[in-house]
């Protein structure tokens, strides 16, 4: 199956910490993306391959990987991390996929 | 800076076709593949497929196989997705993103086109 699985919504203090995870077959033998979308604007990518950042993106970001579940961490959750994130990996065929999305609530 | 600059908003009726373009600059752009991927309203992200700037070689979704067509002008830096036989469920915005490293990491996405499918 080429299908990740994300829980629909998570809500976390401000300045606590929360994890987000993705769960998939292909996430046994390909690495997961994350993406931070914020509302009427374009996907961004946040964290990629075994735990890497692009430029400019906090370090409080971070990504990890077991068997098939990708997660994604915020350490210290700010007021502007309130978005919806997104994973997404391919699968033997050359298919992408992306896992349903998770809305983080900074309350 | 790496930038990809959609066309803009479209409104097509059922049954019709829509080419929306995407045009890179920054960068070499035979040397990164370009993803499509759009989000219907309120829904999350969906896979279209890949083109391959430098061959031109695609893969498309499954769902989308017979009626999504990804091409480039690499004399121009641009792709291009067509989308035939538009029904109201095709409604979404549409992303082109380019591929980092070819592990399906978006590194950068346009800015999007609102394609509109109604009567």
């Known amino acids: 199956s080429s299908e990740l699985t994300q829980g629909p919504t998570v809500s976390v203090a401000l300045g606590q910490t929360v994890r987000i995870t993705c769960q998939g077959d292909?996430?046994?033998?390909?690495?997961a993306s994350w993406y931070q979308q914020k509302p009427g604007q374009a996907p961004v990518l946040v964290i990629y391959?075994?735990?890497n950042r692009p430029s400019g993106i906090p370090d409080r970001f971070s990504g990890s990987s077991s068997g098939n579940t990708a997660s994604l961490t915020i350490t210290g959750a700010q007021a502007e991390d309130e978005a919806d994130y997104y994973c997404?990996?391919?699968?033997?065929?050359?298919?992408?996929?992306f896992g349903g999305g998770t809305k983080v609530t900074v309350l | 800076q790496v930038q990809l600059v959609q066309s803009g908003a479209e409104v097509k009726k059922p049954g019709a076709s829509v080419k929306v373009s995407c045009k890179a600059s920054?960068?070499?752009?035979?040397?990164?593949?370009i993803h499509w991927v759009r989000q219907a309203p309120g829904q999350g992200l969906e896979w279209m497929g890949r083109i391959n700037p430098n061959s031109g070689g695609t893969n498309y979704a499954q769902k989308f196989q017979g009626r999504v067509t990804m091409t480039r002008d690499a004399s121009i830096s641009t792709a291009y997705m067509d989308v035939s036989s538009l029904i109201s469920g095709d409604t979404a915005v549409y992303y082109c993103?380019?591929?980092?490293?070819?592990?399906?990491?978006?590194?950068?996405w346009g800015q999007g086109t609102l394609v509109t499918v109604s009567s």
């Open positions: 997404n990996s391919r699968d033997n065929r050359g298919n992408g996929v």
């Open positions: 292909s996430l046994r033998t390909y690495y």
């Open positions: 993103a380019r591929d980092r490293s070819g592990s399906y990491s978006f590194d950068s």
């Open positions: 391959g075994q735990n």
């Open positions: 920054g960068y070499t752009f035979t040397g990164y593949y």
